[in-house]
């Protein structure tokens, strides 16, 4: 048993190891198949924000407001108050809506500043993201336009910097 513990620590080891070398490599290395794979090697031997200088000094932000009933809502924040929820009563379901909606914004966020904003509003991962927002967040109620800012605060440079902002007919 004291052997396969060894073995396993070791193979964890070398693969740090490999991660934190892999970025010496000539550039035909990391364009290759193993480059593609380095995010999910990271992923699998747990090496997630803490290692991630960038990640770990970024937080997103994100108000929404839905325009329904021939007025425009007040600003709503997305994120703070379901963390706030799972802070104050240690609500794992508010954590777990919290890192769901956290994700469906990224992936918006990536598609918005990569492909624009006409090729966000079309994608798949928008539909998800309006179907849920209206559900979980409007009672199921679908409004007539939807306005969205993503905000990134760099606690470096205590800064808030906007992402992306957009406002459409749902």
């Not at 009933?69 to 709503?76: E, F, I, L, T």
Request: net charge positive.
């Amino acid at each position: 048993m004291k052997r396969l513990i060894t073995i396993v620590t070791y193979c964890i080891l070398l693969g740090y190891a490999l991660i934190v070398i892999f970025p010496a490599a000539p550039s035909f290395i990391q364009k290759s198949y193993i480059g593609k794979t380095k995010k999910k090697v990271k992923k699998a031997i747990g090496m997630g924000i803490l290692f991630n200088r960038e990640s770990a000094l970024i937080s997103k932000s994100v108000s929404y407001r839905f325009y329904q009933n021939g007025k425009w809502q007040q600003n709503r924040l997305l994120l703070e108050p379901l963390f706030n929820d799972y802070n104050a009563s240690g609500n794992f379901a508010a954590l777990k809506h919290c890192r769901l909606d956290s994700h469906l914004i990224g992936e918006l966020q990536y598609i918005g500043k990569h492909k624009g904003i006409p090729a966000m509003l079309k994608s798949k991962a928008y539909a998800e993201f309006l179907d849920h927002l209206i559900y979980r967040h409007n009672g199921n109620i679908k409004p007539d336009s939807l306005e969205m800012s993503y905000y990134e605060k760099n606690y470096e440079t205590d800064k808030l910097n906007l992402s992306l902002t957009f406002k459409c007919k749902t």
